[in-house]
């Protein structure tokens, strides 16, 4: 059976796919007759997603660029990275044949009925000649005109002339609808043979750019930069486009030529209505197309709907029951004055009437075709497949109607399918035939539902109806009417899974949006966790990852929620694969879900202090020497994949923000301790030098702005301490002994409990010196004393306070630094010191 077109088994004999016709319908988990027949003779059965009941799912597997997609209905679709060995051969170029048959099964079906008489091209030889000639030359046109200049027919004239032109032929496609990358998969796909595979964005440029054809776009529907993209994309490609005056035009910089289609002249429009109606014009008839043509402005459209017109009037003329008569007349027909039907006088439409003539036209149609033309307007225009009829509107023969519409020039031809002709929507609106719009479009959104879903039928064919099934879903969101929303996300949820299928990914998010919310105005949570987490594949299949990570996160959110965990296992595995093509954590189950999980943080390195305190602060910031921590423990592997953004990398993050919180915790107490041990050395000096104050010694001990001198830290401390001849040597309670500025050693702790245990010195230890001007104790190694200075003047209030010599610190910061260590710094401060 054809995708697309239905043969004479399908209406009334075999109505398994449909449910229409008047034989007995074959249960779903049947066997067609076809299919018996293949059985029986042997031959292998090609199932079309299984034969099987309505009940289970229809599983499909596909390949989109570096992933491996399997489109499940129930649960979601899941995606994972294509294994090694699946992925799909290089794409195949159809040979010309294999492109005839495909340009064949995708146009538009033939109307049932005889054949209606096609009009001819007129006063269009000197366009159809220059379009052919720039397409030799291989420039892309851009034909501009009115709608109903007859664009579409002066494009099938042109793409006969130029069949032989380039090595892929000529590739007709629609741009109804359509965006600049639907276009270029479509090109791709008119080319290549690639079944179930899609490539992605760069192997898509790839292909198309080597593909040499000559490309007649209908109706295209965008311009400027994204018409430009298009251009680029497809350098060996001659494009014919046809569009409306109203449709942005190119860049001012693109290399396109602009052809503008104008209407008709009055004595071609009259030779064309000539030809519609096969007979000579009366005198009458002739001034009356004369007068159409001033009004439709030569529109070969309004004039081919005038011939139609002029058919129906000579029929009844020599029938008058033709229509019904007078008596069976439609109440909706626009006549309002008697006339004579007996054969003898029929006046002709009114000027009004012949410039929009979709009222006067759909009066004297039958039932069927009128009942069609209200679900054509119900769906925005959109006429469904004459294969569908039967079912909506009730009637076993109304697969005829679309003859009846074609033939009154009320339908023009849009890709496989066919809509309303230009300006025929708002007339039948105003007519009325938009009242029971609302019913309508969910009566055609049930019947979607359900033949969307049937197992029989192919993603393709499914595909193939995309516009009128999306159309019926818009109309009913949002809804005013008591259960239109679940209607429509019951129609989402049946033809999203075949769009994506048949690989129509424009239509797929058009219907994922629209569910997504259909789902949030009726309240159902489940279903709107669905569109979430299809709109999370379906961005990460097409290289968004921000946009999928959005999604995937609040599908897992709200099915967490609704406790479900097969689809919240679903939705953490595809944002597990989003995560680690990012480069970002990954949830792997470390926290709950719809937790928002912290990015990690690369950690500067604590740069360790330099100097005498450089070993007891190294030994402190290591606390897990000394304390018992547990650490989880990776290996090499594990290791180099959370470094990646692998599945351990927030419990590494987590790891280093601990060592680096405790490390700074520690050394801040252990300076701490330092300074508040220098600080009660200094006490016990004052109290030993009652003479002394705290504050003059600080005063004499800085060097002339109140702060210390540090001095450089390069390991000058070294040949300070060998030009005084004073030694290191161990200070009571492990301490070491420093030289101060003036050569007199004072106590650093060297572990972070070493305080000062008494203040009289040990047995072979040097002790303090009692005074700042004390000379070393023997035991140390004999240096000079230092040389005191003049005494500063005292203040007069201090009169009874002994003044000591001024501390020559400031002096020998210039000679001999000091530690730039804080321990250093507060020894400078203390009378020690000084």
Same mark, same amino acid.
């Given at each position: 059976?054809?995708?697309?077109?239905?043969?004479?088994?399908?209406?009334?004999?075999?109505?398994?796919?449909?449910?229409?016709?008047?034989?007995?319908?074959?249960?779903?988990?049947?066997?067609?007759?076809?299919?018996?027949?293949?059985?029986?003779?042997?031959?292998?059965?090609?199932?079309?997603?299984?034969?099987?009941?309505?009940?289970?799912?229809?599983?499909?597997?596909?390949?989109?660029?570096?992933?491996?997609?399997?489109?499940?209905?129930?649960?979601?679709?899941?995606?994972?990275?294509?294994?090694?060995?699946?992925?799909?051969?290089?794409?195949?170029?159809?040979?010309?044949?294999?492109?005839?048959?495909?340009?064949?099964?995708?146009?538009?079906?033939?109307?049932?009925?005889?054949?209606?008489?096609?009009?001819?091209?007129?006063?269009?030889?000197?366009?159809?000649?220059?379009?052919?000639?720039?397409?030799?030359?291989?420039?892309?046109?851009?034909?501009?005109?009115?709608?109903?200049?007859?664009?579409?027919?002066?494009?099938?004239?042109?793409?006969?002339?130029?069949?032989?032109?380039?090595?892929?032929?000529?590739?007709?496609?629609?741009?109804?609808?359509?965006?600049?990358?639907?276009?270029?998969?479509?090109?791709?796909?008119?080319?290549?043979?690639?079944?179930?595979?899609?490539?992605?964005?760069?192997?898509?440029?790839?292909?198309?750019?080597?593909?040499?054809?000559?490309?007649?776009?209908?109706?295209?529907?965008?311009?400027?930069?994204?018409?430009?993209?298009?251009?680029?994309?497809?350098?060996?490609?001659?494009?014919?486009?046809?569009?409306?005056?109203?449709?942005?035009?190119?860049?001012?910089?693109?290399?396109?030529?602009?052809?503008?289609?104008?209407?008709?002249?009055?004595?071609?429009?009259?030779?064309?209505?000539?030809?519609?109606?096969?007979?000579?014009?009366?005198?009458?008839?002739?001034?009356?197309?004369?007068?159409?043509?001033?009004?439709?402005?030569?529109?070969?459209?309004?004039? $081919?709907?005038?011939?139609?017109?002029?058919?129906?009037?000579?029929?009844?003329?020599?029938?008058?029951?033709?229509? *019904?008569?007078?008596?069976?007349?439609?109440?909706?027909?626009?006549?309002?004055?008697?006339?004579?039907?007996?054969?003898?006088?029929?006046?002709?439409?009114?000027?009004?009437?012949?410039?929009?003539?979709?009222?006067?036209?759909?009066?004297?149609?039958?039932?069927?075709?009128?009942?069609?033309?209200?679900?054509?307007?119900?769906?925005?225009?959109?006429?469904?497949?004459?294969?569908?009829?039967?079912?909506?509107?009730?009637?076993?023969?109304?697969?005829?109607?679309?003859?009846?519409?074609?033939?009154?020039?009320?339908?023009?031809?849009?890709?496989?399918?066919?809509?309303?002709?230009? *300006?025929?929507?708002?007339?039948?609106?105003?007519?009325?035939?938009?009242?029971?719009?609302?019913?309508?479009?969910?009566?055609?959104?049930?019947?979607?539902?359900?033949?969307?879903?049937?197992?029989?039928?192919?993603?393709?064919?499914?595909?193939?109806?995309?516009?009128?099934?999306?159309?019926?879903?818009?109309?009913?969101?949002?809804?005013?009417?008591?259960?239109?929303?679940?209607?429509?996300?019951?129609?989402?949820?049946?033809?999203?899974?075949?769009?994506?299928?048949?690989?129509?990914?424009?239509?797929?998010?058009?219907?994922?949006?629209?569910?997504?919310?259909?789902?949030?105005?009726?309240?159902?949570?489940?279903?709107?966790? @669905?569109?979430?987490?299809?709109?999370?594949?379906?961005?990460?299949?097409?290289?968004?990852?921000?946009?999928?990570?959005?999604?995937?996160?609040?599908?897992?959110?709200?099915?967490?929620?609704?406790?479900?965990?097969?689809?919240?296992?679903?939705?953490?595995?595809?944002?597990?694969?989003?995560?680690?093509?990012?480069?970002?954590?990954?949830?792997?189950?470390?926290?709950?879900? *719809?937790?928002?999980?912290?990015?990690?943080?690369?950690?500067?390195?604590?740069?360790?202090?330099?100097?005498?305190?450089?070993?007891?602060?190294?030994?402190?910031?290591?606390? @897990?020497?000394?304390?018992?921590?547990?650490?989880?423990?990776?290996?090499?592997?594990?290791?180099?994949?959370?470094?990646?953004?692998?599945?351990?990398?927030?419990?590494?993050?987590?790891?280093?923000?601990?060592?680096?919180?405790?490390?700074?915790?520690?050394?801040?107490?252990?300076?701490?301790? $330092?300074?508040?041990?220098?600080?009660?050395?200094?006490?016990?000096?004052?109290?030993?030098?009652?003479?002394?104050?705290?504050?003059?010694?600080?005063?004499?001990?800085?060097?002339?702005?109140?702060?210390?001198?540090?001095?450089?830290?390069?390991?000058?401390?070294?040949?300070?301490?060998?030009?005084?001849?004073?030694?290191?040597?161990?200070?009571?309670?492990?301490?070491?002994?420093?030289?101060?500025?003036?050569?007199?050693?004072?106590?650093?702790?060297?572990?972070?409990?070493?305080?000062?245990?008494?203040?009289?010195?040990?047995?072979?230890?040097?002790?303090?010196?009692?005074?700042?001007?004390?000379?070393?104790?023997?035991?140390?190694?004999?240096?000079?004393?230092?040389?005191?200075?003049?005494?500063?003047?005292?203040?007069?209030?201090?009169?009874?306070?002994?003044?000591?010599?001024?501390?020559?610190?400031?002096?020998?910061?210039?000679?001999?630094?000091?530690?730039?260590?804080?321990?250093?710094?507060?020894?400078?401060?203390?009378?020690?010191?000084?």
């Amino acid at each position: 059976m054809d995708p697309t077109h239905r043969g004479p088994q399908d209406y009334g004999r075999d109505n398994d796919s449909f449910g229409e016709g008047t034989g007995r319908r074959q249960p779903s988990g049947d066997p067609s007759p076809s299919s018996q027949l293949r059985s029986s003779r042997g031959g292998p059965i090609t199932p079309d997603f299984g034969q099987q009941t309505p009940q289970q799912a229809r599983v499909v597997r596909l390949i989109s660029g570096d992933y491996l997609l399997t489109v499940n209905p129930v649960d979601g679709s899941e995606v994972e990275l294509c294994p090694p060995g699946k992925q799909p051969d290089p794409p195949v170029r159809r040979t010309a044949a294999e492109r005839a048959d495909r340009e064949r099964a995708t146009a538009p079906p033939v109307p049932p009925g005889p054949p209606a008489p096609q009009p001819p091209l007129l006063e269009r030889a000197e366009e159809r000649e220059r379009l052919t000639r720039l397409l030799a030359r291989g420039r892309s046109v851009r034909l501009t005109g009115p709608a109903g200049s007859g664009r579409t027919a002066l494009l099938d004239a042109v793409a006969a002339d130029c069949a032989d032109l380039a090595p892929d032929g000529v590739v007709r496609l629609s741009g109804y609808k359509r965006t600049a990358t639907d276009l270029l998969y479509g090109l791709f796909e008119a080319v290549h043979d690639a079944q179930l595979h899609r490539p992605d964005g760069a192997g898509l440029i790839e292909k198309v750019r080597n593909i040499g054809a000559v490309v007649v776009l209908d109706d295209l529907e965008f311009g400027g930069a994204a018409l430009e993209e298009l251009l680029d994309a497809t350098p060996e490609c001659a494009f014919l486009f046809a569009t409306t005056p109203d449709v942005a035009a190119a860049t001012p910089d693109s290399y396109l030529e602009e052809v503008f289609l104008a209407g008709l002249g009055r004595s071609c429009s009259i030779d064309l209505l000539e030809q519609v109606v096969e007979r000579p014009l009366t005198d009458e008839e002739a001034n009356w197309a004369g007068d159409l043509w001033f009004e439709s402005e030569g529109l070969p459209l309004r004039f $081919v709907q005038a011939g139609a017109l002029l058919r129906q009037r000579d029929m009844l003329r020599t029938d008058p029951d033709a229509y *019904g008569g007078l008596d069976g007349r439609p109440s909706d027909a626009p006549f309002g004055h008697d006339e004579d039907i007996d054969g003898v006088h029929i006046p002709l439409p009114s000027l009004g009437e012949g410039a929009a003539p979709a009222a006067l036209l759909a009066s004297r149609l039958s039932g069927p075709a009128r009942d069609t033309l209200r679900f054509a307007v119900a769906l925005g225009g959109e006429v469904p497949h004459q294969a569908h009829l039967p079912a909506l509107v009730g009637d076993t023969h109304a697969d005829a109607a679309l003859g009846e519409l074609a033939g009154c020039g009320l339908l023009s031809p849009a890709g496989p399918r066919y809509r309303l002709a230009a *300006g025929v929507l708002a007339q039948l609106e105003a007519a009325g035939y938009g009242e029971d719009s609302t019913d309508r479009a969910r009566t055609a959104a049930q019947h979607y539902a359900w033949w969307a879903g049937h197992p029989s039928v192919t993603p393709v064919r499914a595909t193939a109806e995309a516009d009128a099934v999306i159309a019926a879903m818009t109309q009913l969101v949002p809804g005013d009417g008591a259960g239109q929303t679940s209607v429509a996300v019951l129609l989402a949820r049946s033809a999203s899974p075949a769009f994506a299928a048949g690989l129509h990914w424009g239509a797929w998010e058009r219907a994922l949006r629209i569910g997504q919310e259909a789902a949030r105005i009726a309240g159902e949570v489940a279903e709107e966790a @669905y569109f979430h987490h299809e709109l999370g594949v379906l961005a990460l299949c097409t290289g968004n990852p921000d946009r999928a990570r959005a999604e995937l996160e609040t599908a897992i959110s709200m099915r967490g929620a609704l406790a479900d965990k097969s689809g919240a296992v679903a939705g953490r595995r595809a944002l597990a694969l989003v995560e680690d093509r990012s480069g970002g954590p990954l949830p792997g189950g470390l926290v709950p879900a *719809g937790d928002d999980v912290p990015a990690p943080r690369h950690e500067e390195p604590v740069p360790l202090p330099v100097g005498p305190t450089a070993a007891v602060t190294q030994r402190l910031s290591r606390p @897990y020497e000394d304390a018992t921590v547990v650490i989880p423990r990776q290996s090499a592997p594990a290791a180099a994949s959370g470094a990646r953004g692998g599945r351990f990398a927030v419990l590494g993050g987590a790891r280093r923000k601990l060592v680096a919180a405790g490390a700074g915790v520690l050394l801040a107490g252990v300076l701490g301790t $330092v300074v508040a041990l220098g600080l009660t050395s200094g006490d016990g000096d004052v109290q030993r030098n009652p003479g002394v104050t705290a504050e003059e010694s600080a005063g004499q001990d800085d060097s002339g702005d109140g702060v210390p001198t540090d001095g450089p830290t390069d390991g000058s401390f070294l040949e300070d301490t060998a030009s005084t001849g004073s030694a290191v040597t161990p200070g009571p309670s492990g301490s070491q002994a420093t030289p101060g500025a003036s050569g007199t050693p004072s106590m650093v702790p060297t572990g972070p409990s070493s305080t000062p245990s008494s203040d009289k010195p040990s047995s072979g230890k040097p002790t303090e010196s009692p005074s700042p001007t004390k000379s070393p104790t023997p035991t140390e190694p004999s240096s000079p004393s230092p040389t005191p200075t003049e005494p500063e003047s005292p203040d007069p209030t201090d009169s009874a306070t002994e003044t000591p010599p001024a501390s020559p610190n400031t002096s020998d910061s210039a000679s001999g630094p000091s530690s730039s260590s804080p321990a250093a710094a507060g020894a400078d401060s203390s009378p020690t010191a000084a």
